[in-house]
């Protein structure tokens, strides 16, 4: 592209610009979902869980179109995919064919209320659920409640009810 002397500047690369980008708009998602909340209370957060949910079972019907992606290692993989997006503090802590923990050290979204945090996960809920009926998806630990990382849990439901494997229910 060719501009005059006083106007030319140097292009950032794509990686370049993604890795500036990014955080800013993932600070612009958190402010949005704060203000939504601040302004409408429960309200607000049924409408961060609708867009959410809405967003997540969206992007696996699109995964689906390229193939089937079943069980935790599959999923899972998919999601470490997606964290990888957007960040690069996250370790695997626990791995087995019926269960995934990913934990995330430093927020990508600096979310001030566990509630907000719960509400947008609901699109990883939607996304994972999306992907593998017989999966679930939920958030143990969480900086936004006080805990110094947050946990992703990927766990297999077992039996037709959904019902959890026994080391599940008991711990």
């Not at 993932?26 to 959410?52: Q, T, W």
């Not at 899972?76 to 791995?95: A, H």
């Amino acid at each position: 592209m060719d501009l005059p002397d006083e106007l030319a500047f140097e292009r950032l690369s794509f990686a370049e610009k993604y890795h500036r980008a990014v955080p800013g708009y993932m600070r612009r998602l958190c402010d949005i979902y704060e203000a939504v909340y601040e302004r409408f209370g429960n309200d607000g957060l049924d409408l961060i869980r609708e867009v959410s949910r809405r967003y997540g079972a969206e992007i696996g019907k699109n995964v689906k179109k390229t193939g089937d992606l079943k069980g935790v290692a599959q999923v899972g993989k998919y999601l470490l995919k997606v964290f990888d997006m957007v960040s690069d503090d996250w370790e695997v802590r626990e791995f087995t064919q019926d269960r995934l923990v990913i934990a995330v050290h430093r927020c990508p979204y600096p979310f001030s209320h566990n509630e907000i945090c719960r509400a947008h996960t609901c699109m990883e809920q939607a996304l994972v659920t999306t992907l593998d009926e017989d999966l679930e998806y939920r958030i143990g630990r969480s900086i936004p409640q006080g805990d110094p990382f947050c946990e992703h849990i990927l766990r297999q439901r077992s039996g037709p009810t959904g019902e959890l494997p026994m080391r599940e229910r008991m711990g």
